[in-house]
């Protein structure tokens, strides 16, 4: 998915966020700014996908900060309010796939542009599909001998776990987290440090630390699992934007909250719709 001239305020805002979480100097600061914006400015173009962009920012104002975890203690914090609700929410999902992914989108709604109230809000809340092609995502797992199951913000973690549980009864699932820090994407060390590891069970890493999933930018051992897999179940907006630049193959299942009009105008559904989309 292009950028559309939404984008460039949004992303804007996302280099004036990472800088400001990125060091508490002053001076360090400000040159991170200068530096993402001016990479913003000189390289935005109707051509490109809006996660190219930020990551290139990311990188720019972790090289300048030399803080290659900007968003460390958000995570942490978000991990922390994540399990708790997922815990409030849990009994209200019943076990059967239907149920499960209702839960596993509801955890997209976590956004870092969001104060915790609307998060939270937006979590309690029933998830109803504006798309909903659940039906031939359970006609994939029955065929698939491989999935990779694409992880998106920390705190969805939780939200995933039901889900991957009951897929892995159905087949082989490869969880997959971010390569390196990158937003508030989950990694690897997220899910050492959250103790999930044993029940995230087989996991595996982009190699990258792109938004989304910039399979250019993904290692080699990624890109060869990508292609061998039968079914990508892909949460979030960062990997639709990316993926949805792919043919559509009937491969990629995307799971997200669309909570901006980009994304909404792209799927052809009003912003803050649930979807369940195989594409």
């Known amino acids: 998915m292009r950028v559309s001239f939404q984008c460039r305020p949004c992303l804007e805002n996302l280099v004036y966020q990472a800088a400001e979480l990125s060091t508490p100097d002053p001076q360090t600061r400000a040159r991170a700014v200068d530096a993402a914006l001016a990479l913003l400015h000189r390289t935005f173009s109707y ?10 920012c990311h990188r720019a104002i972790k090289k300048v900060t030399g803080n290659q975890d900007i968003y460390h203690n958000m995570k942490i914090a978000e991990m922390e309010m994540a399990e708790r609700l997922f815990r409030e929410v849990r009994r209200y999902y019943g076990e059967d796939l239907r149920s499960l992914v209702r839960l596993a989108t509801a955890g997209n709604a976590i956004d870092f542009f969001k104060d915790a109230e609307t998060v939270s809000a937006d979590i309690r809340k029933p998830v109803e599909f504006t798309i909903d092609h659940i039906h031939q995502l359970e006609a994939r797992l029955a065929d698939a001998r491989l999935v990779l199951y694409l992880a998106d913000n920390a705190g969805e973690c939780f939200f995933d776990l039901p889900l991957l549980s009951k897929m892995r009864q159905l087949t082989r699932v490869v969880y997959v987290v971010k390569g390196m820090p990158v937003q508030n994407d989950l990694t690897l060390e997220d899910v050492h440090r959250a103790g999930l590891l044993e029940q995230v069970g087989e996991v595996t890493t982009t190699g990258s630390d ?39 193959q009937g491969k990629v299942f995307h799971c997200l909250m669309a909570k901006c009009q980009p994304i909404a105008d792209s799927i052809g559904v009003p912003v803050g719709s649930y979807v369940a989309m195989l594409r």
């Open 210 to 248: 792109a938004v989304g999933t910039h399979l250019p930018s993904c290692s080699e051992e990624f890109r060869a699992r990508f292609h061998m897999a039968d079914l990508v179940f892909a949460k979030g907006m960062g990997n639709y934007e990316t993926l949805s630049e792919l043919p559509a």
């Open 47 to 56: 051509d490109r996908v809006a996660p190219d962009i930020a990551t290139a």
